[in-house]
């Protein structure tokens, strides 16, 4: 039976990470194949192969003998309009089976890890096998040898850096607060005092900003292995886009499903964070829980129960984890969206009179932490010692001179459009919504417009006079300055109590 | 804030039941909603309103303000071109609380499983959260008041059918057999005892036919509420398709998200079963469970649980349940495809020498059951009643009657293009696959091409000679005929052993 094969036209369908081939209804290959809507195909070209769900055409979008593909099925094959693409029912997935033996509790061994993170990343799942993965793996707590197998088969199917050297220091912070954009200055301070700090960070998903895009208003991120390991050996320390380095790739795949399914285990969240550390090739990692209300850990029952696994998990592992339970009540800093918090990192590392205290204590104490398990100071030392390499202006040096490494150092820019919103009575700021927080500062634009943003000059508990300045907004465009007003006619961001 | 709305346009783009909107990155209204690629969007038009997953186009497809929707949603909306449709992001559902209570254990209540079907039904859930929610349902056991309960709450979602008399008769087979059709004799024999079979059955979905494309070749299926309440008034019976009907409504959604991920759990079928037919009025049910190697139903122990969990949850709803247990070893008859299946359905109501025996005999086992259980002749007796009504013409009969008060009889057509296959050696027939019989049925273009199919000339068991026709395959076009024969070059379907 001859090879089957269509010539790819190009769509510019965006369906995230979902890969969708699109299909004409009387293409004879299609006929033949018994391929209909939702059937799960296998796509090969340029010597690369995925799977695919068919979406099946009606009109003249597609004809017969070409074939559409959604744009991340397009850039995981490479493929140029007018090329061959081959395609073939999708085989039969023998880790779906233990993927359901999982789903009827059975215990999963290490092989059985393997073989579905090794389909998962491959991305021969769909997602709703993905989501069916991620529900087993809830409904039956997984114990912490398979947190463990499950962890180490999340490493194995992607790269894994390694640094020649020990310690190799990392930070993590679960569930992140609004602006709490910590990372260049631990990177900056820490590096600053010898330790090796190889730093990757992640893009927004559905925030107004990642640290990578707050570090690119500085500096770029987009680096090789070779351009970070070149910048690492220079400066022991980097701040990377991890997203193009494929370090743990079948966890990007599960959270893009966990998100919406809005389902947080410990399992997977430890699985996550951990197997990301271990292929960035750290060997101690300080991990910040924020613990508050509105936080992601809404309490310090729950905070303990995550600090065991991670740390048991990491050890078993070969990873070296200390975890530091915070305060995660409010927002930290003052600027929400990638300038205005790359504005705020730049305060604290100049040392600047008006550096937020908030950012600067959490920042100091991260990297105080960092120096001590990592031996670089003895302990009860490592808050002195960062706030010295701070204040003495010794992180601002490395940070300039890691961002030059990295291909030079730029002020972040201040948007052009501005908005005071003024608070309406007197009294103290009783709760602070950090969802709508969100939400407004990507209305602005945030973070695809990098000078959009919300700038806060109160915080949670402050008492506030009628008519004071309580933020302001910060938009590229007239147009989403007037949908952010919008927005705020019926959604307040602050709850002020008379007092 | 002003109620955002985009022009529709026509896309012809089939997702299956899966509702997707195609926005333009640039579209103000998408930017401002802060809409992404699968972000969750409500669409009203026509005062229907839908949620449906978010494609974002970044090419000349669809303009800024304009919306193109999957035909399933197109459908759902009656959306026409031109037309405004409004947009907005989806509201949080409720209900997701309580699936995700289900994954952690906890037991549902009636009112749980309510929200649930009825978020469900009205299509809020998105395909990974219908998987998370089979899934949490497989993984903790349902108990039979679980099922009981979301039984009943797959009924009151959908439309509810009453005959305004009792017994009301129905049948089920539980995962089906190749040409096993014994539906339109079944209602033909019963009804003309005298007993109310208001029939409705589905099209193939997967399969080569359904019961409602088989009966298609001789009569119309397509019948409102209104037209099958006059037919079953006229004659007792009829043969309607139960797709425009809107009876239980989530279970074909739960089913399309069931199918690829393989997970059968006996609460899921049974409450799919269960709610199709009390939707449907019925009062007493004979359900066949074919056991056999290579049928859903593998063996006597399996057979038994399913049995007990639908008597029990059966009775709890208010509906008489027997079961029977048959052999599902080999196919049934000798036509697999619409038209050759009706031309075995015929023959066997019209008494022909030639009628396969054994759909025969399936056939008289079932209207004796139902006639006894429903008491229309004496226990024991019901065989014997069945036999009679076949063989003196009554059924053939009533068929014919039921086929006019529906819009007509029609014999069916026979293919233009037939290929005989023949036996390359001696022996006995070992092994029939039936999932290649399905398939190949399929390549030559069931159940769309009306008269394509297998006409199987031998069976399990058989003793055939070198040279011997084994069967012959029916197709309406030479593509499809050469498809089919080039993958039975490589897929024979019957594995014939020397003796």
Chains 1, 2 share one sequence.
Not at 274 to 290: C, E, F, N
């Amino acid at each position: 039976m001859q090879q089957a094969a269509l010539i790819y036209k190009e769509l510019g369908i965006d369906t995230l990470q979902e890969y969708v081939a699109f299909l004409q209804e009387d293409c004879h290959v299609v006929r033949s194949e018994g391929i209909e809507a939702q059937t799960r195909v296998e796509l090969v070209c340029n010597q690369r192969s995925i799977v695919a769900t068919v979406h099946v055409i009606h009109s003249d979008l597609i004809a017969c003998g070409e074939i559409g593909l959604s744009m991340s099925a397009q850039a995981a094959l490479s493929a140029e309009p007018g090329e061959k693409i081959e395609i073939s029912q999708a085989p039969a997935l023998d880790s779906l089976s233990q993927m359901r033996a999982k789903i009827f509790g059975h215990r999963l061994e290490r092989n059985a890890f393997d073989a579905i993170m090794k389909d998962i990343s491959a991305g021969r799942y769909a997602n709703i096998h993905i989501a069916a993965f991620l529900t087993a793996m809830a409904a039956h707590r997984a114990n912490l040898q398979e947190v463990t197998d499950l962890t180490s088969s999340m490493v194995d199917v992607g790269e894994h850096l390694s640094w020649g050297t020990t310690p190799v220091a990392d930070k993590h912070c679960v569930g992140g607060l609004p602006g709490n954009r910590t990372t260049p200055i631990v990177v900056a301070i820490v590096s600053a005092c010898g330790l090796t700090m190889p730093k990757t960070s992640s893009r927004a998903i559905t925030s107004p900003a990642g640290t990578a895009d707050v570090v690119e208003v500085m500096t770029p991120v987009n680096l090789s292995v070779e351009d970070m390991k070149r910048v690492v050996r220079e400066q022991g320390g980097c701040f990377v886009w991890g997203g193009s380095l494929a370090l743990s790739p079948a966890d990007d795949l599960l959270i893009r499903v966990a998100r919406p399914l809005e389902l947080d285990s410990d399992a997977q969240l430890v699985a996550s964070v951990l197997s990301k550390k271990i292929a960035a090739g750290a060997t101690h990692v300080v991990i910040d829980i924020p613990v508050g209300p509105t936080a992601k850990v809404r309490n310090r029952e729950q905070a303990n129960h995550l600090e065991n696994v991670l740390t048991h998990v990491g050890f078993a592992n070969g990873l070296n984890i200390r975890v530091i339970q915070s305060n995660g009540s409010a927002p930290v800093g003052r600027g929400i969206g990638p300038a205005l918090e790359a504005r705020d990192v730049l305060k604290v590392l100049r040392c600047e009179h008006d550096a937020p205290a908030d950012l600067r204590e959490r920042a100091l104490r991260l990297a105080g932490e960092l120096l001590e398990f990592c031996q670089t100071v003895p302990a009860g030392q490592g808050l002195e010692k960062a706030t010295d390499v701070l204040d003495n202006k010794a992180a601002w040096s490395k940070f300039k001179a890691i961002c030059q490494a990295q291909g030079g150092f730029k002020e972040p820019e201040v948007a052009p459009i501005q908005y005071v919103v003024h608070a309406n009575q007197a009294g103290r700021i009783k709760t602070v919504d950090n969802r709508r927080l969100s939400r407004l500062a990507k209305l602005l634009g945030a973070p695809e417009a990098k000078t959009a943003g919300l700038d806060l000059h109160v915080n949670l508990n402050d008492h506030v006079e009628s008519g004071q300045p309580l933020f302001t907004l910060h938009a590229q465009a007239d147009g989403e300055m007037d949908y952010a007003k919008n927005y705020l006619d019926t959604h307040p961001l602050f709850l002020i109590e008379a007092v």
